[in-house]
């Protein structure tokens, strides 16, 4: 692989799950972004977001993405969130290939609802349809193939990524 690979998504389209089945598949390294983030800030994003204010968070984000896309090729689980900054939009279109993993509200909600107390931008079902319609254009902008997740196993979801990438090359 010579380019980076971008996982965007809302929280709960499943970044997360995908990225290493991917890595695994592809055998290339994934670095899954807010993982990292909760390492360099030895804390979680919740507690963090209870002593700063959301900018911080993401000025941190676009600091630590911008710097890694430098390295070698690897696969990036990013945050929901990472879209909203125009470098880092640049960045997603010029430099690897991005996919948007989409959801509907009530798939989206389905799959965090129980995971709330980790998901500091997450109260209820109203919040998550406000997020999703302030990010959405963002997140077809910057995709090179959108995914629906909605009833797909993480396998399949795979397997339309590789697919895609095949016929890329």
Known sequence: MNS?????????A?????????????????????????EILNCDIVDFLKQYPEKK?????????????????????????????????????KTGITIFLKASIQTLYDRIKRDINNRPLFKNKTMLE?????????YVDCADLVIDTDNQTPQKIVSQIINHLNHDN
Not at 22 to 30: A, D, G, I, V
Not at 67 to 86: F, R
Not at 130 to 138: G, I, K, P
Request: aromatic residues 8%; glycine residues 8%.
């Open 14 to 38: 499943g970044k997360s799950t995908i990225a290493p089945l991917l890595s695994n598949k592809l055998k290339t390294p994934y670095i899954d972004i807010d993982k990292d983030l909760v």
């Open 57 to 93: 968070f993401r000025i941190l984000e676009s600091r630590y993405f911008l710097e890694h896309i430098k390295n070698s090729p690897a696969i990036y689980s990013t945050g929901g969130g990472i879209v909203l900054d125009k470098e880092n939009r640049n960045a997603l279109k």
């Open 4 to 12: 980076h690979i971008f996982i965007i998504g809302m929280m709960g």
């Open 130 to 138: 406000h997020l999703l319609n302030q990010r959405n254009s963002y």
